[in-house]
């Protein structure tokens, strides 16, 4: 499980319960976010692919299935671009916005991270009240008010983390989703009706990715796992099934 710029491995709290009966689920920081280490040269896509391969590596696995979100979602179709994925679940996958539209998503970013960073130092109590928790993870969530202790977390530990201003430079700003006509493994690319973060990216990536099908979550926003973790974990067991 990857997950998206701005966030940690906490923020597949609702799907993981979902999904341990049928597999084992391992569920990572990003280099840089969470509690892992910066990555030790910039952070682009090409980069992040390295590390992670290098995980995989170091746990013995060679091809998995990848459940992943916004900048996870590029990640595990860049992954599958290099033969280490048995299937992908990509949600909203980064990497194809166009230039208005990315300029939007960098600076909905930018200023989410500097609010962030300033209630830490300043007022971190106002993190932990609903209405403020609520304000912060609309856009993200379609229903920003059942947010979690854990879901707060993985937002704090992406958004607060100092490593959060490069990966947003590298991983994002230049990004541009190419060869993934080498993809071969069962893709489903997933979008949220509600969400305000990369509504019209995703299906683009039907175009450029031979294996890939495309399904609309009308009630769920750009973290359609955190909205409906239900639907996700079954699209999840559907597209591992298309594989086997």
């Not at 059942?146 to 201003?165: E, M, N």
């Not at 993934?180 to 969400?195: I, M, N, S």
């Not at 995703?202 to 294996?211: G, I």
Request: positive net charge.
């Amino acid at each position: 499980m990857l997950h998206g710029l701005g966030a940690a491995r906490g923020d597949f709290s609702r799907v993981v319960p979902l999904l341990v009966d049928d597999f084992d689920v391992i569920a990572v920081d990003l280099p840089g976010q969470g509690d892992a280490p910066a990555p030790p040269r910039r952070p682009t896509v090409r980069v992040l692919g390295d590390l992670l391969e290098g995980d995989l590596d170091a746990r013995g696995l060679g091809r998995v299935h990848i459940l992943g979100n916004s900048l996870g979602g590029r990640l595990a179709l860049e992954l599958a671009r290099r033969d280490r994925a048995r299937s992908v679940v990509a949600i909203a996958p980064s990497g194809l916005s166009l230039p208005p539209e990315r300029a939007y998503q960098m600076t909905g970013m930018a200023l989410t991270g500097a609010l962030v960073a300033a209630l830490q130092r300043r007022a971190p109590r106002l993190l932990d009240r609903k209405l403020p928790r609520a304000a912060l993870l609309t856009g993200l969530r379609a229903r920003p008010w059942r947010a979690t202790d854990d879901d707060l977390d993985a937002f704090v530990g992406g958004f607060g983390s100092p490593h959060f201003w490069r990966m947003l430079l590298w991983a994002i700003g230049p990004d541009v989703a190419l060869d993934l006509g080498a993809v071969r493994c069962p893709v489903l690319l997933a979008q949220g009706g509600l969400d305000w973060v990369a509504a019209g990216q995703t299906v683009r990536f039907l175009a450029t990715t031979p294996s890939a099908r495309f399904r609309l979550l009308p009630l769920a926003g750009h973290s359609a796992h955190e909205d409906v973790p239900r639907q996700v974990a079954q699209l999840v067991r559907q597209t591992a099934a298309r594989a086997a």
